[in-house]
T-cell receptor, first 113, second 113 residues
Framework: DAGVTQSPTHLIKTRGQQVTLRCSPK?????VSWYQQALGQGPQFIFQYYEEEERQRGNFPDRFSGHQFPNYSSELNVNALLLGDSALYLCASSLDPRGEKLFFGSGTQLSVL | GESVGLHLPTLSVQEGDNSIINCAYSNSASDYFIWYKQESGKGPQFIIDIRSNMDKRQGQRVTVLLNKTVKHLSLQIAATQPGDSAVYFCAEIDGGSQGNLIFGKGTKLSVKP
C-alpha cells in the first residue's frame, strides 16, 4: 500500500516564475491538505481539499492555489514566486477532514533564486 | 506555534535513557493533540495522539501527557534508541476548526550511542 507520494522531490525556480507541485494521497484517503515548512520551523497549513473543493485555507496569499481531481490527487500552484517561498512543501492525506491522523508525504523542496 | 527560526531547541540523551520532550500550546479551544517525528529529508510521521478529555495515553515505548490547566503537552520516550534521533513536533486542532493542524516548536532529539 503506497503512502502519500509527492513530485517532484526537488525544484529550483527563479523569482516571478510559477510552479506546480503534485500529490497522490494514501490509498482510500479522500482529503488532501498542503503545508509549507520553512527551514527550522514547523509546518504551516496552506489549505485543504475535499470533494474537489477547497474547504479551509490558512493565512496564505491568493498566489497559492490548488486543485483536487476526481481520483483525489491534488496539485498546489504558486504564482509570481518570491524568495520567501523557498521551503519544503508537504502534502498530507486523511480519511477525516478535521485533520486527525494525517499521513504526510516526504515533500517537495522548492528553492527560489 | 512559535517561530524559532533556524535554532531548534535540542535535547541530547544517552542511548537507553528516557527522553522527555515538552510543548506549550496557547489555544484553550484545542481538543486534539498529536506528536509527530520528522527525520531528515522526510515528512512528519504520526507517533501518538490524545484528546482533551484525557490526561495520559500510552503507546509502544511512548507516553503523552496533557495538562490542560497550564496548556502543556509532553512526550516521553522510554529506552531511547539511536533511531529515535529526529525533530519532534507537537500539533493541535482547534475544536471549532476543520483541517487546520497547528504545529508547535520542534525539538531536535539527539541520541548518543
Amino acid at each position: 500500500d503506497a503512502g502519500v507520494t509527492q513530485s517532484p522531490t526537488h525544484l529550483i525556480k527563479t523569482r516571478g516564475q510559477q510552479v506546480t507541485l503534485r500529490c497522490s494521497p494514501k490509498s482510500g484517503h479522500d482529503t488532501v491538505s498542503w503545508y509549507q515548512q520553512a527551514l527550522g520551523q514547523g509546518p504551516q497549513f496552506i489549505f485543504q481539499y475535499y470533494e474537489e473543493e477547497e474547504r479551509q485555507r490558512g493565512n496564505f496569499p491568493d498566489r497559492f492555489s490548488g486543485h483536487q481531481f476526481p481520483n483525489y490527487s491534488s496539485e498546489l500552484n504558486v504564482n509570481a514566486l518570491l524568495l520567501g517561498d523557498s521551503a519544503l512543501y508537504l502534502c498530507a492525506s486523511s480519511l477525516d477532514p478535521r485533520g486527525e491522523k494525517l499521513f504526510f508525504g516526504s515533500g517537495t523542496q522548492l528553492s527560489v533564486l | 506555534g512559535e517561530s524559532v527560526g533556524l535554532h531548534l531547541p535540542t535535547l541530547s540523551v544517552q542511548e537507553g535513557d528516557n527522553s522527555i520532550i515538552n510543548c506549550a500550546y496557547s489555544n484553550s479551544a484545542s481538543d486534539y493533540f498529536i506528536w509527530y517525528k520528522q527525520e531528515s529529508g522526510k515528512g512528519p510521521q504520526f507517533i501518538i495522539d490524545i484528546r482533551s478529555n484525557m490526561d495520559k495515553r500510552q503507546g509502544q515505548r511512548v507516553t503523552v501527557l496533557l495538562n490542560k490547566t497550564v496548556k502543556h503537552l509532553s512526550l516521553q520516550i522510554a529506552a531511547t534508541q539511536p533511531g529515535d534521533s529526529a525533530v519532534y513536533f507537537c500539533a493541535e486542532i482547534d475544536g471549532g476548526s476543520q483541517g487546520n493542524l497547528i504545529f508547535g516548536k520542534g525539538t531536535k532529539l539527539s541520541v548518543k550511542p
